[in-house]
């Protein structure tokens, strides 16, 4: 059996500084410790903790496998010490996303989003990790369409022999459980009617066709499907494989050269125009947002991340370029024309996300009041 290596990406929002704004640092390094203790004992060969608005992101590699229960509990136990801490703090919203007790070997379920691909290593192994906060997990669904389907913004699927055939997109119906694959170009038609749905279906994997080649995976967790009330926006992660027959490094990054609307926002409530930022900047203030986004560029490298010289892992902070900045003026634009409308559909959520906000609260009480025409 050749040597694989998987890449776990879990992020939790387990408490943050004023409001819903950002993971203050005592969290980070809870997170920052604990890793550092797991690499010592060898369960994973790197790590790289950040964070994106209130979300506390584990990004994890190791030789273990998918869905393994001791990385898995890793994450948990790092979770829910950090909220022990945040409730110490009394920070905001402490362990918000940890919505059971006890751990039972898969952290799926329980609050926490994960993303996670077990590789085979190729020659050289370009990785773009993306981590989104105010939003939910079908945010993906618009650039993963446009990198892995659309011509006009791959120029691989075109010009490279080695997409010929297309790519195979794993769809999941949040609301029924179930999921579907379907091949484009092919269905390209049919994977559109279904993902322009983002609140129910949601691109959960990528294969190249021709060869089932893992290439892209993003969490599907919805909270408020879990918990059965709203509690909290998804805030999605995703995982992407690029180049030697995948999308270039450039053709992943290339959707977000303009911003587009995502469900999220003030109190998961909102339509939100999505903003591309580097870490300095993945805070969400106006609103609680807006929307951030976050890309991280890294390789793959004998069962771990490619190190520099005095052993980190080498990061490459993707969207902190000039590059976006019509992207995020894009955002703010479409922002102020948006919240000018206050709490006027389509600036606010469908009646049917409502139900898992407290609004349903508000109309029940004049329920009485109503007579017949
Ligand atoms: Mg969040």
């Known amino acids: ?77 790092t979770f829910q010490e950090a909220a022990n801490k945040a409730m110490k703090l009394k920070l905001y919203g402490a362990g918000q996303d940890l919505l059971k007790n006890a751990f039972s070997g898969n952290i799926r379920g329980l609050g926490p989003g994960v993303a996670e691909m077990e590789i085979e290593e190729r020659k050289s192994d370009p990785i773009v990790v993306f981590a989104a906060d105010k939003t939910s997990a079908g945010s993906f669904n618009l650039p993963l369409f446009r990198i892995f389907a659309d011509p006009m913004n791959t120029a691989g699927l075109i010009i490279d022999p080695e997409m010929a055939g297309g790519f195979k997109f794993e769809v999941v119906d949040a609301q029924e459980g179930k999921k579907v694959v379907l091949k484009c170009p092919e269905e390209m038609y049919e994977l559109i009617a279904l993902i322009g749905t983002v609140e129910r279906y949601i691109v959960s994997r990528v294969w190249r066709a021709r060869d089932d080649l893992l290439c892209a995976s993003s969490s599907v967790t919805r909270l408020s499907l879990i918990a059965g009330k709203y509690v909290g926006k998804d805030d999605p992660v995703m995982i992407v494989r690029g180049q030697h027959g995948l999308p270039a490094v450039g053709e992943i990054l290339a959707p977000f050269m303009h911003s587009y609307l995502v469900a999220g926002w003030m109190r998961g409530s909102h339509w939100g125009p999505i903003m591309p930022v580097g870490l300095k900047d993945a805070r969400c203030t106006l609103f609680d947002g807006p929307p951030r986004m976050v890309a991280l560029g890294l390789q793959i490298s004998n069962g771990g991340i490619a190190c520099d010289d005095e052993g980190k892992p080498m990061i490459a902070d993707l969207f902190a370029d000039p590059a976006f900045d019509l992207s995020r003026k894009e955002t703010l634009k479409c922002a102020s024309m948006l919240r000018r409308m206050g709490e006027f559909e389509p600036a606010r959520l469908s009646v049917e996300s409502m139900e898992y906000t407290t609004l349903p609260q508000v109309i029940a009480k004049l329920k009485e009041r109503f007579q017949p025409i």
């Open 1 to 77: 059996m050749p040597k694989k290596t998987t890449i776990s990406l879990i992020k939790c929002d387990v408490g943050s500084l004023a409001g819903h704004h950002v993971v203050p640092k005592p969290l980070l390094d809870v997170g920052e410790k604990n890793l550092k203790v797991a690499k010592e004992n060898g369960l994973i060969n790197s790590y790289y903790v950040f964070n994106v608005g209130d979300d506390l992101q584990l990004l994890m590699v190791h030789e273990k496998g998918e869905s393994n229960s001791e990385i898995h509990q890793l994450a948990w136990n």
